[in-house]
């Protein structure tokens, strides 16, 4: 006898759209609703016609690009002091854009350094995207490896856990012996 049958679950019985059945879970008050609705109807199409998203990546880069020098001119015990006290400026204001900026600066050098590659502007962009939660595709060769570890050094570095999944162990294995050295 399957578990559904034990348990009397027949279709109809489990909500539709439920993540967890387990669980009780409200039906959203009508406000609630009204707003899901309005960011979804009006709001977010509008944020993604005006091209905000690409535009703050842009000025990322920008600034990230600005900092180049002054990160190249700091050696490696000053580059891990900086990291060290970006924490307590991303604990206090998040992801905002200075401070991102000056992470992927520090990351941007590290690299350099140490593996001979720099990120490229798309990349640093994917990586702001990363941090602010959006999925995104890139083809092969586009350098997902070196682009995942810019968003996990901030999550790390402002005290949260980070996982990088993928469904090939050789990749793994292989990417994360590569990358290592640089942090």
Request: overall charge positive; aromatic content about 8%.
């Amino acid at each position: 006898m399957s578990d559904a049958a034990a348990l009397n679950l027949g279709p109809g019985t489990i909500a539709p759209g439920r993540p967890y059945v387990e669980r009780a879970e409200h039906e959203p008050a009508w406000h609630e609703r009204l707003a899901i609705g309005l960011w979804h109807g009006a709001g977010l199409p509008l944020v993604r016609a005006t091209g905000a998203p690409r535009w703050r990546a842009r000025a990322l880069v920008a600034r990230v690009d600005a900092l180049a020098a002054e990160t190249a001119a700091l050696d490696d015990a000053q580059l891990r002091a900086q990291a060290r006290a970006l924490r307590t400026v991303l604990r206090r204001d998040g992801f905002e854009l200075a401070p991102v900026a000056r992470a992927f600066a520090l990351v941007r050098e590290a690299a350099g350094r140490v593996l001979g590659q720099r990120h490229y502007a798309t990349q640093l962009m994917v990586g702001w995207w990363l941090l602010d939660g959006a999925l995104v595709e890139m083809a092969t060769g586009e350098g997902k490896t070196f682009v995942g570890p810019l968003a996990c050094f901030l999550r790390v570095l402002e005290g949260m856990h980070c996982h990088v999944v993928t469904v090939n162990d050789y990749l793994v294995r292989r990417d994360a012996n590569w990358v290592r050295p640089a942090f």
